[in-house]
């Protein structure tokens, strides 16, 4: 078991949950086996679900590596769909980072820009809180898309009838995220449209698609953007972190007379939702 402050202090700009504030016993057994449960990864090489278009993007050894993640996170409770479990062994998150070695530990990672992929559980979470909201034909935003990870996951489970764009405001992660999508399974729907992914500032949505079912979004903002609100259909759900040093995840349920209610999921840490130029200062 890690302690918190141990965890913080390592973490400091790393996206997870906290062991500290939220007492849902899910989350708080894995903010703390999320660190600690490192090794069962690579002893967990079982036998692997893949249809033939997904195996054209995998090595043998990466195949059973994400897959021993996501039974991992199922083990923990954090997977519980069908949909997410697919989505997500369909996924291979060794092509999103730069150091495949660790792409398939449960920790955060850098990615440049004074930013980071989240961390696996981070993005099972968020995947499980919107899977509803994620059937096939529906549209999803991904706001802060990094590395086009989450991006690719909602792509799969929304399919080619359906819609997922992802806005990020470093142009140069745009680029990298199209090629890291480009080499997984999601690269068809890149190619048939039904995937993309935009430079913009986040806070302001993507109104050319909305309103969306699904909004996810990858960054803490100070409070949620009004925008992001406006552009989420009736029945529609949000998906954010809330806060500076201490932050919820909080999830938006938009009613059908167009009020929300909102919720606190759990204690996170995510980097901010803020301007291109603050996150390079390193503000
Ligand atoms: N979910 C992604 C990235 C998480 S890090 C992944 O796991 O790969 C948060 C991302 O939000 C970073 O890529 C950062 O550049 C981006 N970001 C921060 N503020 C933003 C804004 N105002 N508009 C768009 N993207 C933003």
């Known amino acids: 078991m890690i302690p918190f402050t141990l965890v913080a202090c390592n ?5 997870h949950s906290s062991s500290l504030s939220h007492s849902s016993p899910i989350s708080s057994s894995l903010s703390h086996t999320a660190f ?11 036998g692997i679900f893949l249809s033939q278009k997904m195996k054209q993007f995998w090595s043998p050894s990466s195949i059973n590596k994400n897959k021993a993640m996501v039974e991992n996170l199922q083990n923990h409770g954090i997977v519980t769909s069908d949909e997410v479990a697919k989505a997500m ?7 999103f980072v730069t150091d495949r070695s660790s792409a398939y530990v449960d920790s955060p990672m850098s990615i440049g820009y004074n930013v980071t992929i989240s961390a696996p559980h981070m993005h099972a979470m968020c995947l499980q809180l919107l899977e509803k909201h994620l059937k096939p034909g529906m549209r999803v935003l991904d706001v802060g898309s990094g590395t086009g990870y989450l991006t690719a996951c909602f792509a799969v489970m929304v399919g080619t009838e359906g819609r997922a764009i992802g806005v990020e405001h470093i142009p140069e992660l745009v680029a990298s995220s199209v090629k890291n999508i480009e080499a997984s399974a999601a690269s068809p729907f890149l190619k048939e449209g039904s995937l993309a992914v935009h430079v913009g500032d986040g806070r302001q949505g993507w109104a050319e698609f909305a309103p969306y079912d699904a909004i996810h979004v990858g960054a803490a903002a100070p409070e949620i953007p009004e925008a992001l609100i406006d552009q989420l259909k009736p029945g529609g759900r ?3 972190p809330v806060g500076n040093i201490f932050q919820d995840l909080q999830v938006v349920d938009k009613n059908s007379d167009g009020s929300v209610s909102i919720k606190d999921e759990t204690s996170v840490r995510y980097v901010p939702l803020t301007s291109r130029e603050a996150q390079l200062r390193g503000d």
């Open 11 to 15: 973490f400091r700009y790393y996206a």
């Open 36 to 46: 600690a449960s490192i090794e069962p990864f690579f002893s967990l090489l079982t």
């Open 89 to 95: 062994e369909a996924v291979d998150r060794g092509v």
């Open 238 to 240: 949000l998906v954010i």
